[in-house]
């Protein structure tokens, strides 16, 4: 199977341009973006930095959601984490829960530092697990002044308690991590990072619906793409050791700047977002520019590339109050 538009899963439309660009993060790791823009853009714009889902790369939603916003009048950053896609880093295909928070950050210095950008008017937009990571960055880097999360997952929640948080309890932890540090030395011996996460392809069938709903994405030409971990053969199984260990988000009351949260009704992680907002505006003097919108009948991959479903409209007018 090959992407749908030369290595995309979305046409480009003629009143867009899409440019390959580089940065790097305070780490030293080279990250690759596709900047997109308006054609006839005068002026400096407002931009957004873009990244999402867990285990995409910017050729998939994240490219959708920059393209989209580029042609309603930003300056919009689809970009590539750390570890995967055409982005640096030593080791392939892991995450960090910490390097990833900074990634964010990251495109937020190369956008502040554009002529074609107005520093003052930069945010950011995360969606699935890269939700978790645009949340927990905007907690730390006081110049993102708005940020949209779109079907969000909490990382380090469901790798520490599993989903629902099933699995949260100490003796549950302790097994995963001496699984995941025996997996580290048989790698360290091999030399070979051994792999797992990737959508599951034969789709079984007794998968749960939300197995079938990734695979209806990731494993159909609606969003396969060449480098996607989803796609292909997932991540580094060891990759989840780091997320057991270092929640995100403990510091999100304190967050002063604007945030929208969208998830879908139906989605099985809704319950990521309606927690974290909770979480968010509980007791928090900042309370008032915090909003959550959940979408009727949606489910988790709706929100991925259903155009007739997001909300691009409210993204626009939220965006377009809190980067004016």
């Not at 341009?17 to 790097?24: D, Q």
């Not at 305070?26 to 999402?52: F, K, N, Q, S």
């Not at 867990?54 to 570890?83: H, I, N, T, W």
């Not at 007018?317 to 004016?324: N, R």
Request: aromatic content about 12%; overall charge negative; hydrophobic content about 40%.
């Amino acid at each position: 199977m090959n992407s749908r538009y030369n290595g995309y899963t979305f046409p480009l439309r003629g009143t867009v341009t899409r440019e390959k660009v580089r940065f790097h993060n305070r780490y030293g790791i080279e990250l690759a973006g596709d900047l997109y823009r308006p054609r006839d853009a005068a002026g400096p714009l407002a931009a957004v930095a873009v990244a999402g889902p867990f285990g995409a790369v910017k050729e998939q939603c994240a490219g959708l959601y920059a393209e989209e916003l580029a042609a309603r009048g930003f300056a919009a950053l689809a970009f590539d984490p750390s570890f995967i896609g055409e982005s640096g880093g030593g080791a392939r295909n892991v995450a960090s829960p910490d390097i990833n928070t900074e990634d964010f950050c990251a495109a937020v210095d190369f956008l502040s530092t554009r002529d074609f950008a107005d520093p003052e008017r930069v945010g950011i937009l995360g969606i699935c697990g890269w939700g978790g990571m645009a949340l927990n960055a905007a907690a730390m880097d006081t110049r993102i002044k708005a940020t949209v999360t779109s079907t969000m997952y909490d990382m380090t929640r469901v790798n520490a308690k599993g989903y629902f948080d099933a699995a949260d309890s100490a003796d549950a932890r302790y097994e995963t991590k001496k699984a995941l540090n025996a997996r580290r030395t048989e790698d360290y011996r091999s030399g070979v990072y051994a792999r797992a996460g990737g959508v599951v392809d034969p789709l079984p069938q007794d998968a749960p619906f939300f197995v079938k709903d990734y695979y209806d994405y990731y494993k159909t030409e609606r969003g396969y793409a060449e480098r996607s971990l989803n796609s292909n053969d997932g991540w580094n199984v060891t990759s989840a050791l780091s997320f057991l260990n270092m929640p995100i988000l403990h510091y999100s009351r304190e967050i002063r700047s604007a945030v929208l949260m969208l998830h879908g009704e139906k989605a099985h992680s809704c319950y990521f977002s309606k927690d974290a907002f909770a979480a968010m505006v509980q007791d928090s003097p900042w309370a008032g520019n915090k909003e959550l919108l959940l979408i009727p009948g949606a489910v988790h991959t709706d929100l991925y590339d259903r155009k007739d479903i997001i909300p691009f409209d409210k993204i626009e007018q939220f965006f377009g109050m809190y980067l004016k």
